[in-house]
């Protein structure tokens, strides 16, 4: 939990729900080199994974500077995962977000907030009452950076003592993303009148635009 109102103004904590699976522990050889993704011109990429991708992929759809937000898994040590492959947790995939930005209209640092402010970075291999290791906080950077970012990120939030238990986020070189099922994108808005989009999306959407007011679309 966020332990002050100072730290409410940066993050809000937010519960998921979704498909529960059982957990598994599984063990990825992460790859020495992060895997680099052509894009174009003055646009980058950034990868996150902080539960439900549905929840995830909604919010940084709205933000300013970012022109696609894919759904899909990372992480793990199966080719070519599917949906219910990695809902067994036993391929190692985290349910993530592969974020395409301008980072002249949206800083990493920015999206670095929102994503924090988005999850909760405390808990282990769960969100709410989704648990499993697909379910984990983790920071994919695709150069050092970025990693070196999300680490003074990190050390921020707990030198402010923004939350009363530790920050369990991961942060690992990125590894080969791969897109969900066409069903998975752009969920929220091609499902927004179904029970758990009005029921756990929407209110997220809705603490997104009282407190990145500024950072939206």
């Known amino acids: 939990m966020i332990k002050s109102a100072k730290g409410l103004l940066?993050?809000?904590g937010l519960v998921f729900s979704s498909c529960t699976a059982k957990e598994?522990?599984?063990l990825k050889d992460d790859l020495k080199e992060p895997v680099k993704i052509k894009t174009n011109k003055?646009?980058?990429i950034a990868t996150f994974a902080g539960g439900c991708f549905w929840c995830t992929e909604a919010v940084f759809l709205e933000l300013k500077g970012v022109e696609k937000v894919v759904s899909g898994y990372i992480g793990g040590k199966t080719l070519n995962p599917t949906y219910?492959?990695?809902c067994t947790g036993e391929t190692g995939h985290a349910e993530a977000i592969q974020i395409t930005y301008n980072p002249n209209e949206v800083a990493y640092e920015d999206l670095l907030e929102v994503?924090?402010?988005t999850h909760d970075p405390?808990?282990?291999?769960r969100q709410g009452a989704d648990v499993g290791t697909q379910?984990?906080?983790e920071i994919f950077y695709h150069s050092e950076d970025q990693k070196a970012k999300a680490e003074k990120y990190i050390q921020l939030i707990q030198s402010e003592k923004l939350y009363d238990k530790p920050i369990v986020t991961k942060i690992s070189s990125a590894t080969t993303f791969y897109p969900a099922e066409d069903y998975h994108q752009n969920y929220y808005n091609q499902n927004a009148e179904q029970g758990y989009c009005q029921m756990v999306i929407a209110p997220k959407l809705e603490k997104l635009h009282k407190y990145y007011k500024s950072k939206l679309k």
């Not at 405390?122 to 291999?125: G, I, R």
């Open 24 to 26: 598994k522990r599984v």
């Open 42 to 44: 003055n646009m980058e």
């Open 135 to 137: 379910y984990r906080s």
């Open 122 to 125: 405390t808990t282990l291999n």
């Open 10 to 12: 940066i993050i809000f």
């Open 84 to 86: 219910k492959d990695i």
């Open 115 to 117: 994503f924090f402010g």
